[in-house]
C-alpha cells in the first residue's frame, strides 16, 4: 500500500535558522500518525510545508500522492488542515463558518446539508448552531475547527496540536472525535506536546530541535530505552532525590508524585546498592520496584543520546 | 487556473456577514460618504457672496446714489458704513469691518453731464487675494454697466454701439456648487473605497484567519473578487445617494445618461477597491493599511484632481504627476454626465482612463496576495 504521506530530506530555513533539518518519514494509510516534541522543535513548521501553506527549503514532500512543491493548490482538496491558533470567523455564527468553509471546498446541494448536520452533531454544537463562534468555550471551538476541517471528507487530515490550552475532559472528547475519524478510514496526523496524548497514536515520531529523533510505535519507543527507571517510596521525596543524584550508576533522579523516579544504568547493582545508599543517609526505603518508562522518559533519555539539549 | 464562482461567492457572502456585524465599517461605508459631501458641498465655495463695503460718497448727488444702488442691487455687496471720512474709510478697512470702500468723488454728477471722465475709487482689501479679485470683478462690472447706461442716455440711442452678449454654458448660473459637488463624489469614493479595502485582507492576518482561509483550495483571484464584490456594491450604492444628495440639497443638475455614469462608476470603484487590497496585502496591518490608503487617495485626490486647483496652471513636475491620479479623470466623467449631458463620443479617453485604472488596481490586488504563511 502507498503510504499516505511520503517525506525524504525535508527542510526549511528562516534567515540562518534551520526549523526542519532534512526530516524523513512515511505515515501510513488510515493510521494516527502522532509527532511529539517540545515548543520550537519543528512540527508546526513540518505541517505547514504538507499542508502547502510553506514552501521547503529543500528535500521532498508527497501528500495523497502529489507534490507538496509544484501541487500545493491540489494537495488543499485532498486534505483537511486544522491549526494550532483558532482561525475561525468569531464574528461568524456557527453555522456561518460552516457554510463558508463548505463553501470552499465547494461542498453543495444535499451533501452540504447532510455534512453540516453530522458536524454540528459531531461538535455537540447542534443547540448552538447560531452562536456567535466568539462566545464558544475553547472545547467547542477547536470541535467546531476540526469539523470544518473535514467538511468535504479528505482522505488526510492534519491536526497542529489541537487540545493545546484545552481541559482534559475536552481533550479526551477531542480525542474520541480523532479515533471516530480514524475508524471510518481518515489518515491523521497530529502533533502535541502532551505526552499522554502520544500514547493514543499508533506511531510516533519525535522530534527535538528541527530533526527527527526516533519513529516508532508507543510500546516500542519505550522498549528502547537503554537504562532503567526505579520507583522508590521513601520517608522524604526531596532529600532522597539529592541524595541519589550522585549515586554511582545513577543517571537521573526525579521526584514524581510523593516517590523518586530513578533512572539506572544497572538494575540488578542499583537494586542491591540503592537501599542501603538511602539508610546511611537516615532516609527509610520502604520500596523500590522497577516501573515502565513514560514516553517522557524515552524522550530525555533519545536526546540525552544524542548528545544534544532539549528545546523549549 | 481553475476558477469557482461558488468559492467566490462564499468567499462574497462571508465578507458581507463581517460587514453587517462591524458598526465602525458600516458608518464608513454608508454614514461617511454621504456627511461628506453634504459638508463638503456647503463648506467649498468659490462663489464670493455678502461682501461688505462702505461708501463714501463725496458727490451726495441724484447719480451717485443710483451708482450705489447699483451696487447693491446685484445681491453681492452688503452696505456696512456710510461716511464722509476718508481716514474713517481706511480704518475700517485695516480693521477688517469691511472688504471694500468705494469713494465717489465730488463733481461726479458734474463730470458726468458734461461728458467728462467721472472716476470712482475702488479700495480692496488684498490680504483674501482670491476674494479680493473677485470683488472687484464684480464692482468693475458693475460700474461699467451702468457707466454704458450714463452713455445710451446721453446720446438718445436706444441700443449699445457693441453688445457682447455673453451666455455661460453648462452651468449657467455659474454656481460652484455646480462644479463642487460632481467633483466631490469622485474625490470622496477615492477615500471610502480604498479605507474600506484596505481594512479586509490585514484583518485576516491580524485575526489570524489567514491560515485557515489559506489552508483550502481557494485560488487567489477568488479571495480578491470575492472580497472586492460587497465593497462594490456599498460604492455604487454611495454614489446613488451622492448624486441624488447632489441633485436635491444642492440643486445641481443631472443631464446625462445614468447608465454610462454606473458604467464608469464601477470601473473606477474596481480600481479603488483593488488599491486598498493590494495596500491591505502589502502591509498587513489594519493601522498601516489605513493610514497608507488614506494618504495614497486623499492628497492627491485633492490637490492634483482639479477639483479645487487648475491643473493647467500647475509647474510640469505636477501636471505631469496629476496624469496617474484617477480622480481627474472621474471627474471630468462626473461633471461631463452631471452638467454637460455629453456621453462616450466626448468621454471616450477617460472611459479608457477608467479601464485601464480598473485592471491596474485588480492587478496589483491579486499579484501582491499570497496564500503562503511567511
Known amino acids: 500500500m502507498k503510504p499516505a504521506v511520503e517525506v525524504r530530506e525535508l527542510t526549511r530555513t528562516f534567515g540562518t535558522f534551520t526549523a526542519v533539518d532534512r526530516v524523513t518519514f512515511d505515515v501510513r494509510e488510515g493510521e494516527i500518525f502522532g509527532f511529539l516534541g517540545p515548543n520550537g522543535a519543528g512540527k508546526t513548521t513540518t505541517i505547514k510545508m504538507l499542508a502547502g501553506l510553506l514552501a521547503p527549503a529543500s528535500g521532498t514532500g508527497i501528500v495523497a500522492g502529489l507534490d507538496i512543491r509544484t501541487q500545493a493548490e491540489r494537495v488543499k482538496q485532498l486534505i483537511g488542515y486544522m491549526s494550532q491558533l483558532f482561525s475561525l470567523y468569531a464574528d461568524l455564527t456557527v453555522e456561518e463558518n460552516i457554510a463558508f468553509f463548505a463553501g470552499l471546498y465547494e461542498v453543495k446541494g444535499p451533501r452540504l446539508v447532510e455534512r453540516r448536520d453530522w458536524v454540528l452533531e459531531m461538535a455537540g454544537l447542534t443547540q448552538h448552531r447560531r452562536r456567535m463562534t466568539g462566545e464558544l468555550s475553547l472545547g467547542w471551538k477547536q470541535r467546531l475547527a476540526l469539523g470544518c476541517a473535514v467538511l468535504h471528507q479528505p482522505p488526510i487530515l492534519f491536526l497542529d496540536e489541537p487540545t493545546s490550552g484545552v481541559d482534559p475532559l475536552s481533550r479526551r472528547n477531542f480525542w474520541d472525535l480523532i479515533y471516530t475519524l480514524a475508524a471510518q478510514g481518515t489518515t491523521i496526523f497530529v502533533s502535541t506536546h502532551y505526552m499522554e496524548e502520544a500514547e493514543y497514536c499508533h506511531r510516533l515520531a519525535l522530534m527535538n530541535r528541527g530533526r527527527l529523533i526516533a519513529l516508532d510505535r508507543p510500546a516500542a519507543l519505550r522498549a528502547q530505552m537503554p537504562a532503567t527507571i526505579l520507583e522508590v517510596a521513601t520517608d522524604n521525596g526531596p532529600l532522597a532525590t539529592q541524595a541519589l543524584l550522585g549515586a554511582p550508576g545513577v543517571i537521573e533522579s526525579a521526584m514524581f508524585g510523593r516517590a523518586v523516579h530513578v533512572v539506572v544504568e544497572d538494575r540488578g547493582h542499583a537494586l542491591r546498592t540503592l537501599p542501603g545508599l538511602l539508610e546511611s543517609r537516615g532516609l527509610e526505603c520502604r520500596e523500590i520496584r522497577e516501573v515502565p518508562p513514560s514516553l517522557e522518559d524515552v524522550f530525555v533519555s533519545l536526546v540525552r543520546r544524542e548528545g544534544g539539549a532539549v528545546a523549549g | ?374
Not at chain 2, 6 to 20: I, N, V
Not at chain 2, 249 to 278: E, H, S
Open chain 2, 1 to 374: 487556473m481553475n476558477l469557482s464562482l461558488h468559492r467566490l461567492l462564499a468567499m462574497a457572502r462571508k465578507e458581507a456577514l463581517h460587514l453587517r456585524r462591524d458598526p465602525r465599517s458600516l458608518g464608513m461605508a454608508f454614514a461617511v460618504p454621504a456627511a461628506m459631501i453634504i459638508f463638503f458641498g456647503y463648506v467649498i465655495s468659490f462663489d464670493v457672496n455678502n461682501i461688505r463695503l462702505a461708501v463714501l460718497d463725496g458727490d451726495r448727488s441724484q447719480r451717485s446714489r443710483e451708482l450705489v444702488d447699483a451696487l447693491l442691487a446685484a445681491g453681492r455687496f452688503s452696505i456696512v458704513q456710510r461716511t464722509d471720512n476718508r481716514h474713517e474709510a481706511e480704518r475700517l478697512l485695516d480693521r477688517g469691518s469691511v472688504r471694500m470702500v468705494i469713494t465717489i468723488p465730488p463733481g461726479f454728477q458734474k463730470n458726468l453731464a458734461a461728458g467728462e471722465p467721472a472716476p470712482v475709487q475702488a479700495l480692496v482689501d488684498g490680504a483674501d487675494a482670491n476674494t479680493a479679485a473677485i470683488a472687484l470683478n464684480y464692482a468693475g462690472s458693475i460700474v461699467s454697466n451702468f457707466s454704458a447706461r450714463v452713455t445710451l442716455q446721453a446720446s438718445q440711442r436706444s441700443a449699445r454701439p457693441v453688445d457682447a452678449a455673453s451666455r455661460v454654458w453648462y452651468n449657467e448660473t455659474l454656481e460652484s456648487s455646480n462644479m463642487i459637488v460632481p467633483g466631490l463624489v469622485a474625490v470622496i469614493m477615492m477615500i471610502i473605497a480604498a479605507m474600506l479595502t484596505a481594512l479586509t485582507i490585514a484583518r485576516e492576518w491580524e485575526r489570524g484567519t489567514m491560515e485557515q482561509l489559506a489552508a483550502t483550495p481557494v485560488h487567489r483571484v477568488e479571495v480578491i473578487l470575492g472580497k472586492l464584490l460587497p465593497y462594490l456594491g456599498i460604492g455604487l450604492v454611495d454614489v446613488t445617494a451622492a448624486v441624488l444628495i447632489g441633485m436635491v440639497v444642492f440643486d445641481v443638475p443631472f443631464r446625462g445618461n445614468p447608465l454610462l455614469l454606473l458604467g464608469m462608476t464601477t470601473l473606477f470603484l474596481i480600481g479603488t477597491l483593488g488599491l486598498g487590497i493590494f495596500i491591505s496585502a502589502a502591509f498587513k496591518s489594519q493601522l498601516l493599511a489605513t493610514q497608507t490608503a488614506l494618504l495614497a487617495t486623499y492628497l492627491p485626490s485633492l490637490i492634483l484632481s482639479g477639483l479645487m486647483f487648475d491643473i493647467a496652471g500647475m509647474p510640469l513636475v505636477l501636471r505631469v504627476l496629476s496624469n496617474v491620479v484617477p480622480a481627474k479623470y472621474f471627474i471630468v466623467v462626473l461633471r461631463g454626465i452631471f452638467l454637460k449631458g455629453v456621453g462616450l463620443e466626448v468621454l471616450w479617453a477617460q472611459g479608457v482612463a477608467m479601464i485601464a485604472f480598473a485592471v491596474v488596481g485588480l492587478g496589483l490586488a491579486v499579484l501582491s496576495f499570497r496564500k503562503e504563511l511567511a
